[in-house]
């Protein structure tokens, strides 16, 4: 079992990382990090001591004054090897840098300088060292206009801002779970390389992909049917774009139910994709679910019963709470990495339809259990 250490793990890339490493406990041991231990050097030095392999995500993106992003990256990289050769620790450090090196900003040579001084580090020490050059990174939970442009436009289409183009340049992209993927994979196989490239998998202009998105909130949003999806790139845009809408405020999701003296007809749901429809019965008091997806667009619709449907994003505390009744069917959707559950909080049979874009594979389910109610 490799013992890991994520520097800046509460930040965009290091949430997706270190909750990737969670689901894999027989191989991966995450080292707890604070911030804190960057102004604290026992706190530090106990830390790099405990570890195998080091992440270094810690780095500030934006700020109003361009010589504090200087100072701050190229200062808490120091700060960092100052505590490996204190404790002589030699794990394998990787760094995420950025493809802004090339670039005569003030943030693309700090985050070179940063990598290259581990970089000697490691060749003085005799420890490994993957320098990663990362393009453009998009995904689920980024900060709006701090992390990325994707971030900003879900953030504003979502809650009815109205985005501005100020370059309408070509970005060449890749998605946080891709690169959690390239990161996972350089620590398996102990790649050693001072300057690595991390190739982007897809490369969009922005008004391209502000439009895609206005496509997201027209056709899904406001209208409620799963948009067409033409690619994996469309698919984790999509999925992007639905951990930004105000889940609070939007779900549950009336269906038009239409009546007559023969009974009721309700169209559940309209989608530009495949998937797989199924339907559960449950006993009252029962509750389904207690899991997560970290790719998968599902449904639930409660066409006969009542329900309560309870999300909670993974690593997190807050737990939404939605009640569902079949005299009024509605549905909410399962925004991925956010654990779910649905109850029958009623005294009759619960009928629930289940949609979702893949059918279910035993042998890539991904499907994670886990409570929404912690403990």
């Not at 199924?278 to 006969?304: L, M």
Request: proline content about 5%.
């Amino acid at each position: 079992m490799k013992k890991i250490g994520i520097t800046g793990q509460n930040g965009f890339v290091g949430y997706h990382l270190s909750q990737t490493l969670s689901l894999d406990k027989e191989q991966f041991d995450l080292v707890p990090f604070d911030r804190g231990y960057f102004d604290n050097p026992e706190g530090m030095d106990d830390f790099v001591a405990k570890c195998d392999v080091i992440v270094h995500l810690a780095a500030l993106n934006r700020h109003n004054d361009p010589e504090e992003i200087y100072r701050m990256n190229t200062g808490l990289t120091q700060k960092l090897i100052e505590a490996l050769e204190r404790t002589d620790s030699r794990p394998h450090v990787l760094i995420s840098s950025s493809t802004q090196e090339e670039r005569d900003n003030i943030y693309g040579k700090s985050k070179r300088e940063a990598r290259e001084a581990l970089s000697d580090w490691a060749k003085r020490s005799g420890a490994l060292f993957t320098g990663m050059v990362i393009p453009n990174v998009f995904g689920p939970f980024g900060q709006p206009f701090y992390n990325s442009v994707v971030a900003t436009f879900c953030h504003q289409v979502a809650h009815d801002d109205v985005p501005r183009i100020d370059v309408d340049g070509n970005l060449k992209l890749i998605y946080v779970g891709e690169l959690v993927s390239e990161i996972v994979k350089n620590i398996n196989e102990s790649v050693n390389e001072p300057e690595l490239l991390v190739n982007h998998s897809s490369e969009s202009k922005v008004s391209e992909i502000l439009a895609l998105l206005q496509g997201y909130r027209e056709v899904y949003q406001e209208g409620g049917e799963i948009p067409q999806i033409n690619s994996k790139f469309e698919h984790n845009l999509f999925n992007t774009y639905r951990c930004y809408m105000p889940k609070k405020d939007y779900f549950p999701r009336r269906f038009t139910k239409h009546s007559d003296n023969r009974g009721h007809f309700v169209e559940l749901m309209r989608a530009g994709i495949s998937g797989q429809t199924s339907f559960s019965t449950t006993r009252p008091e029962i509750t389904r679910g207690e899991h997560f997806h970290t790719r998968k667009i599902e449904r639930f619709a409660v066409i006969q019963g009542k329900a309560r449907i309870q999300l909670r994003r993974i690593g997190t505390n807050e737990v939404l709470d939605f009640e569902l009744d079949g005299e009024n069917p509605s549905y909410v959707d399962m925004p991925i990495w956010y654990t779910h559950n649905i109850k029958n909080i009623g005294q009759e049979e619960l009928i629930t339809v289940f949609w979702i874009n893949e059918p279910y594979n035993p042998e890539d389910p991904d499907t994670w259990f886990e409570k929404v109610e912690l403990d």
